[in-house]
């Protein structure tokens, strides 16, 4: 039986706002031209990535995931009463945010709060989503005004739900997926393998820089910003978790996956590789690699991890388990409920109740100004309008 409905309003609908991904071998060049349009990433770099697509038929898995994910958070809204349809749109790929939008907003939707997939804050897991809602509704305002004259404006709001990396929806999960893996590694190695945490690495500069201007972790003094602290809590919390369902304390490390950018301009380190390479070095018997960067098993996880990483470590004859993402959880998607219904109590002017592990709290609700500031690149016109925050 479903429960009572619970109050969504002021929203008429939800959006899972992802990166997208290619669906065919004739999508990857178009693709990866969409997602480095202006972002001078070398020709040799887009070739390598371009390869890791079309190992795989040129189908990332991205879009499946987030099929099953967009089913799974339906399905979870209609067992739990709330009464509010879930849209798609990605970044880079169909289905784009602008026909999403649009579809949206001719379905009769004027109010829309948005689910990125990515569980923290950065430029490229929070303000360029921004700007590109920005960027959709201004493209569906001027339709507008070329079909009904000039007072034709943007029909849709958005607001975008907080960073849920501290959510327990997120960690816990987590915590059952390194054991899963742990499992996987031989009974001897087991006992002793170390965590190797693991997210996209980002510049130092955007890392330095990310979250609100007033987080502490901002300050001088605190490389890599919100984007590393928010990482770091999530490690210490599924290293406890792992701790406690197992009774072992066992060493762990947050690491980056998945440069790309100019060899000369400075990225968040170590490597993966190189990390399982000094782990071997230090006489460790095996490990298990953790992606708490990433929300399903996309292609940065079944390349970077287990096909790059995975082969570095067979090559030092190092085990290595990798634990899953959360994927489609019922504990994530339950967390995305308890998250949007939240947002919508605090839009009324209600005082809910905000779920968050670790040592940072509830992250905000709207992005204030100068929170995770785009990149300054050379010769590019202005900043870029965003959505869904205070700039
Ligand atoms: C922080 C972060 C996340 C996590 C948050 C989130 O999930 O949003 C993420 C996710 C993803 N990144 C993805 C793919 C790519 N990212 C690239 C390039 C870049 N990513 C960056 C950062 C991130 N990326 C950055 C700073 C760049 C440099 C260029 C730029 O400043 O934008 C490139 C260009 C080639 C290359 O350089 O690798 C590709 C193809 C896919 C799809 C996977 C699939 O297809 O299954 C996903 C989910
Ligand atoms: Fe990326």
Not at 148 to 166: C, I, Q, Y
Not at 326 to 336: I, L, Q, Y
Not at 345 to 360: D, F, H, Q, S
Request: aromatic share 6%; charged share 25%; net charge negative.
């Amino acid at each position: 039986m479903p429960e009572a409905r619970s109050e969504v309003s002021p929203y008429d609908a939800l959006l899972l706002l992802s990166f997208g991904g290619p669906e065919g071998p004739e999508d990857v060049v178009p693709f990866l031209e969409n997602v480095t349009r202006g972002r001078g990433i070398p020709r040799e770099r887009l070739e390598q990535v371009g390869q890791h697509y079309f190992r795989y038929g040129g189908v990332s898995p991205i879009n499946e995931q987030n099929r099953r994910l967009l089913a799974a958070i339906r399905e979870d809204f209609a067992a739990h009463g709330v009464d509010l349809p879930v849209y798609w749109g990605n970044r880079n790929w169909e289905p784009y945010l602008t026909d999403t939008l649009r579809a949206m907003a001719a379905d009769g939707v004027r109010r829309v709060l948005v689910l990125a997939t990515s569980a923290y804050a950065s430029y490229s897991g929070c303000r360029q989503y921004r700007e590109n809602l920005a960027e959709s509704l201004d493209a569906l305002a001027a339709e507008g005004e070329a079909s009904e004259g000039p007072e034709g404006t943007a029909p849709l709001t958005v607001d975008k739900l907080r960073h849920f990396f501290n959510h327990p929806g997120f960690v816990e999960p987590m915590v059952d997926n390194v054991l899963a893996a742990l499992d996987e590694l031989p009974a001897a190695v087991r006992e002793h393998a170390p965590l190797v945490f693991t997210t996209h690495s980002i510049p130092t500069s955007a890392a330095d820089t990310s979250g609100a201007p007033e987080d502490p972790a901002r300050a001088e003094g605190h490389p890599g910003g919100a984007y590393v602290a928010q990482h770091l809590d999530v490690a210490r919390l599924v290293a406890d978790g792992v701790r406690k369902a197992t009774g072992t304390r066992r060493p762990w490390q947050l690491v980056y996956q998945s440069r790309s950018g100019a060899p000369h301009i400075p990225w968040l380190e170590p490597d993966i590789c190189d990390h399982l390479e000094a782990l071997h070095d230090d006489g460790v018997p095996g490990a298990v690699m953790v992606p708490i960067g990433f929300v399903s098993d996309h292609m940065e996880v079944v390349y970077d991890l287990d096909t790059e990483a995975t082969a570095k470590a067979r090559e030092l004859r190092l085990p290595v388990a990798r634990a899953a993402t959360v994927g489609t959880d019922p504990r994530f998607t339950a967390a995305v409920r308890e998250l949007v219904l939240e947002r919508a109590a605090a839009e009324r002017g209600e005082k809910p109740r905000r779920c968050a592990l670790g040592a940072l709290g509830p992250s905000h609700d709207l992005c204030p100004a100068g929170c995770c500031p785009a990149p300054r690149r050379p010769g590019a016109p202005e900043p870029r309008r965003a959505a869904a925050g205070v700039d």
